[in-house]
Structure formats: C-alpha cells, structure tokens
Nanobody, 120 residues
Framework: LDLVQSGGGRVQAGGSTTLACRASGDTNCVEVMAWYRQRPGEERELVASRNNGGYIDYGSSVRGRFSLSRENGPNTMTLRMNNLRPEDTATYYC???????????????WSQGTQVTVVS
C-alpha cells in the first residue's frame, strides 16, 4: 500500500489550506485513515482520523477548525484546515492503520510528509 499526499506550503495566520492523501495498492489493508503532524522536537500527534465505518475524530487542538472528508473517493482523504495559527506549523503525515487480516497487511503505513508553515 502506498500513500501519496499533496498540498501544504506557507499560509498566513487566519488563512486556510488543504491537504490531500490517496492510498493505492493493497487498499483492502485500510482500517483507519488519519492525518498526523509533528513539530520539531515533539512527538507526532493525531490531527484527524476516519475509520471504515465513517467515524471521524479530531485532535482537541484542531476541532472546529479542521475538517476531514473523502470527496475524491473511498481511498482518499482531504483535510481542510481553516483559521490556521502559527502553532499549526508542522510536518503533516498521512497514515493508514492496517487491518489484522489479510496477514500481509502491515500495521502502519506513512506518507512522506509535507510541511505546513503558518506565518503571522
């Protein structure tokens, strides 16, 4: 399974931007699709996730500002980020939690990451 993401870049505080992720290959391994972010010197944190049942969850720091959708198909994920703050500056990663079966599925899949920089 491969994850390809797009979007990101430099944004003014208060502005918006969108990240997109597409899973290809062994997409039957997808249990949960999620976005994580990581700031320098910090651990990776969950931004938003969607499981196969359609349940969506958001990290507390982004709830009400970010929204997750899959407007481009079942194995895609779009993160719309509104009202951006300088503290949203981070590298954003698309993640898939792999299913337990088939057994060839890996537990975790990560994209290459993309930088989002919010300037005030």
């Amino acid at each position: 399974l491969d994850l390809v993401q797009s979007g990101g870049g430099r944004v003014q505080a208060g502005g918006s931007t969108t990240l997109a992720c597409r899973a290809s290959g062994d997409t039957n391994c997808v249990e949960v699709m999620a976005w994580y972010r990581q700031r320098p010197g910090e651990e990776r944190e969950l931004v938003a996730s969607r499981n196969n049942g359609g349940y969506i969850d958001y990290g507390s720091s982004v709830r009400g500002r970010f929204s997750l959708s899959r407007e481009n198909g079942p194995n895609t994920m779009t993160l719309r980020m509104n009202n951006l703050r300088p503290e949203d500056t981070a590298t954003y990663y698309c993640h898939v939690l792999g299913r337990s079966f088939p057994t060839y599925c890996e537990p975790n899949y990560w994209s290459q990451g993309t930088q989002v920089t919010v300037v005030s």
